[in-house]
């Protein structure tokens, strides 16, 4: 019985992490039409996918929506 209990929680347990989502982030990006694409909006400066290229107004965010 207890076998079974352990058997049952290891293959909840293994089902749960099967489905959990994955990140879609790919930066870093080229351009903001590729972050928007990927659904990247406002990246703020301390990001990794953050581009000077992509602050056009030098505000600290990177392909503002």
């Known amino acids: 019985m207890v076998f079974r209990a352990v058997l049952i929680a290891a293959v909840v347990a293994g089902s749960a992490v099967g489905i ?33 290229g992509g602050d056009r107004d030098g505000d600290g965010i990177a392909c503002e929506s």
Do not use: K, L, V
Request: aromatic residues 12%.
């Open 20 to 52: 959990a989502p994955i990140a879609a982030a790919s930066g870093p990006y080229r351009n903001c039409s590729e972050a928007h694409a990927d659904g990247r909006y406002d990246i703020p400066q301390d990001d990794p996918d953050y581009w000077s």
